[in-house]
């Protein structure tokens, strides 16, 4: 009995020890666990709230890419200038008020002059997509000559048409579907885009004091100095994002336009606008309009749609790898994989304002991971400075690096002239201290 209750008593002792020694193990899992499951709860609610204010999110969007755009032309206007021989600034409110009226008066005079010549090709080309389908349909079919010609089976033959078919068909569907929505969509957010030059103006105009009340909010010292660093880098990263991507669009429309109208493609200042308007959705944005005006060209010639084809593969590989990265600069640089994800993310989540919002998210996602990890590694430092060893370490090596003897001066070579720089004799002399006047002379560089 002795023997037995000394075992009984050995093992509780045991299964109290090896609770005891776990229990740092378990309050940590259980620690990362309650925060993941905050995380989650938090990116759902996110999402949810997003999608039901995606109509007010897609405002204050295009409002801060608006302010942006013509944030360059504000500086300009209201940078200082000299009046009576006094520097004056002019207000930044009078300045924002000068650039909208130049802005819309510019956009007044392109639509009264572009607007008539567009709208009747868009009225052609709604008239003319029954027939486009109707044709597409009999091509499809008359594809029975070719599958002969290759002595396919009759069944797989008849599938192959059927299939074709069906795809013109459900492809004809969705484009024109896709364009009524857009285009409901659109009106329907009409009264909302009035909105969005108001919102732009007090973004422009206080956009320093939104910034200020936001790093108040943060303790002063390291978090507010993080905290600003964080904002001007998404600051330089959106602007470079939304200033190349309207750059890229003005320049692929108008490449697009010329070079339609001189191959002859029917509907040219249509589906020039259109390149540059779905030039800001990447990717997906040119193989549409890809998609789009080749089969309508091929229509009318085969070798004009394999031109536009050419042209559109060549225009794209030129704008990709030789014009886009030189007016984005140090902006966002993501894999094509990442883009498609985050378009497809985007569209899924939030329909059209997911489309225009994923690049810019992955961005700021980009940036705010990236001074994450900065933050941690500042903050490691900070806290090895702050223990005593860290510190006498410090100490003792600025001590080592102020008691080191400085570098010996090179000496000149034997043929007399500096080490460093071929210089002659001559120009040696003139750069020795004049002896009566105590300067230094030195010789003019060519």
């Not at 969705?174 to 409901?184: E, F, M, S």
């Not at 732009?200 to 905290?227: E, I, N, Y």
């Not at 429309?253 to 109208?261: E, H, Q, S, Y």
């Amino acid at each position: 009995m002795a023997e037995r209750e000394i075992v009984k008593e050995a093992a509780e002792g045991a299964a109290i020890a090896a609770v005891q020694a776990s229990g740092p193990q378990t309050r940590a899992i259980v620690r990362v666990v309650f925060i993941a499951l905050i995380i989650l709860l938090g990116v759902l609610g996110a999402i949810f709230i997003l999608r039901a204010l995606t109509s007010v999110l897609l405002l204050v969007v295009l409002a801060i890419f608006f302010a942006y755009l013509i944030s360059p032309l504000v500086e300009f206007v209201s940078r200082p200038f000299n009046m009576r021989g006094q520097k004056r600034i002019m207000p930044r409110s009078l300045a924002i008020g000068i650039v909208y009226l130049f802005l819309f008066g510019s956009i007044g005079i392109a639509t009264y002059v572009l607007l008539p010549r567009l709208g009747n090709q868009i009225t052609e080309f709604a008239a003319q997509a029954p027939t486009y389908l109707t044709s597409a349909k009999a091509r499809a079919q008359k594809m029975n000559e070719f599958y002969q010609a290759y002595n396919l089976p009759k069944v797989v033959r008849d599938k192959a048409t059927e299939w074709l078919a069906n795809l013109i068909g459900t492809v004809g569907e969705y484009t024109t579907n896709g364009i009524g929505n857009v285009l409901l969509e659109v009106i329907y957010l009409l009264p909302w885009l009035i909105l969005i030059p108001i919102l732009a103006f007090f973004l422009l105009k206080d956009a320093d004091s939104f910034r200020r009340s936001a790093l108040q909010m943060l303790p002063s010292g390291r978090w507010r100095w993080r905290g600003d660093e964080f904002f001007q880098d998404v600051n330089r990263t959106l602007a470079a994002y939304i200033r190349a991507q309207l750059i890229a669009c003005l320049f692929i429309g108008t490449v697009c336009t010329i070079a339609f109208l001189i191959i002859g493609v029917p509907y040219a200042l249509l589906f020039g606008i259109m390149a540059a308007l779905f030039e800001f959705v990447p990717l997906v944005g040119p193989l549409t309009v890809a998609a789009v005006v080749t089969p309508i060209t091929g229509f009318y010639s085969i070798r004009q749609a394999m031109v536009v084809l050419l042209f559109l593969a060549v225009l794209r590989i030129v704008h990709d790898y030789v014009i886009y990265p030189r007016i984005i600069g140090q902006g966002i640089h993501l894999h094509p994989l990442a883009v498609i994800l985050a378009i497809l993310c985007g569209a899924e989540l939030a329909g059209i304002a997911g489309i225009f919002l994923a690049i810019p998210v992955v961005a700021i996602t980009t940036v705010t991971y990236r001074h994450w990890l900065e933050h941690r590694g500042s903050a490691g430092l900070v806290a090895d400075l702050l223990k005593p060893e860290g510190a006498a370490q410090v100490r003792a090596e600025i001590a080592a690096m102020e008691a080191e003897p400085p570098p010996p001066a090179p000496l000149p070579a034997p043929d007399g002239t500096h080490p460093t720089r071929r210089t002659t004799p001559e120009e040696m002399a003139r750069v020795r201290p004049d002896l009566t006047s105590g300067e230094l002379k030195m010789p003019k560089l060519d």
